[in-house]
């Protein structure tokens, strides 16, 4: 089997943890399914985030969450239509099979198009919210100089490379709230000029925690938003986020990443009197994080208390609590990045 197509092929016999793993090594977020040598499938991340969503075991074999319409191309297909199936689907590649089943060749995105993948996608024009007023204990010394927001990640700065992600799907109007060093992060977009950037201030007079300074937005927005911590980074499609927010009518959407842990010893189970159930021999297991990325509806702005230090995760537990819908949307490991982490930020140098 030719090298490029083994790199983004999986066996139909692997899990979905499997794929979801493969996924992250070699940064692809579609993969080819194979039985044996031949073409089986498709799955994309999308259809392991919607298993994810419906609560599946991700242990269970791949082929359980396979579409059962996909599109690929035949041997015999013009290269325009190709392109036109490509474009309307925004594969990152198309796999060309032969009657007898084989992958002849893949066609790669770059390869037909001049423009990213990434400028097609839709726009959704919603306001956003980067909360960039804490002093950034994790980071520091670079901190006691900089504020957070402003630490370089290649050649921008931490708090554009996630406005940038925003301004691909339409989303140009922030509001950054400040609070640590505001005069500093101020100055700075104030010198670069960039009018991508829509950028309003709402200005912490005492810090508020990581949502009490939504009440200064009260009467300014009256359309879903999202709100970010200054210091993540997330490889998603933004307007996937939004349509699942949309679909499922949430109050809130909490972005949530899978997070894989190997626990390298036999874990026991015991019952009443210490009686063994069960021994599970090195297992692993994945959780649920918070990675800081949330949708929020306008109307819980009224839900957040005037000048009061107030965490988001105390609006999302009251919710909660009420019987309210709050919706988690599920990325892969890799696909967050913690900046404000010393470890995953000296990864960058």
């Not at 991700?58 to 325009?80: F, G, H």
């Not at 894989?260 to 009443?272: A, D, F, H, M, V």
């Not at 609006?315 to 900046?339: A, C, Q, T, Y």
Request: proline letters at 4%; glycine letters at 4%; charged letters at 30%.
């Amino acid at each position: 089997m030719d090298k490029t197509i083994k790199k983004v092929s999986i066996s139909c016999n692997a899990s979905i943890r499997d794929a979801l793993r493969k996924m992250d090594e070699i940064n692809q977020k579609l993969l080819i399914v194979i039985d044996g040598n031949k073409f089986f499938s498709l799955i994309s991340i999308g259809d392991i985030q919607r298993a994810v969503i419906q609560n599946l075991d991700i242990n269970q074999p791949l082929a359980s969450i396979l579409r059962k319409q996909i599109k690929v191309a035949d041997e015999t297909d013009d290269i325009e239509i190709i392109k036109k199936e490509m474009k309307i689907r925004r594969n990152e590649f198309m796999p060309v099979v032969s009657k007898e089943g084989y992958i002849i060749k893949i066609i790669f995105w770059n390869e037909l198009f001049d423009t990213p993948k990434e400028e097609n996608k839709e726009k959704i024009n919603l306001p956003v919210i980067i909360m960039a007023g804490g002093e950034g204990n994790r980071l520091k010394p670079l901190t006691n100089i900089l504020p957070k927001p402003l630490i370089p990640i290649g050649e921008k700065t931490i708090i554009e490379n996630i406005m940038d992600k925003f301004c691909e799907v339409g989303c140009n109007n922030f509001y950054i709230s400040v609070n640590y060093k505001a005069e500093m992060i101020k100055y700075y977009f104030n010198a670069l000029q960039n009018d991508s950037y829509n950028i309003s201030y709402l200005d912490e007079e005492k810090p508020l925690g990581t949502a009490g300074s939504l009440h200064l937005l009260k009467g300014k927005i009256n359309s879903t938003f999202f709100v970010s911590n200054c210091d993540i980074l997330i490889d998603q499609e933004i307007s996937d986020i939004y349509e699942y927010h949309k679909t499922t009518k949430n109050e809130i959407t909490i972005v949530a990443a899978l997070k894989n842990y190997y626990i390298p010893y036999g874990i026991l189970e015991t019952s009443k009197n210490g009686l063994l159930q069960s021994i599970t021999e090195k297992p692993e297991l994945t959780f649920k994080i918070n990675t800081g990325l949330y949708i929020i509806e306008p109307h819980l702005l009224n839900e957040i208390p005037e000048n009061e230090f107030y965490h988001i995760t105390t609006l999302i537990e009251k919710i909660r609590k009420e019987n309210r819908k709050v919706g988690v949307f599920p990325v892969s490991e890799k696909s967050w990045k913690d900046i404000g982490e010393w470890n995953e930020y000296k990864k960058y140098f």
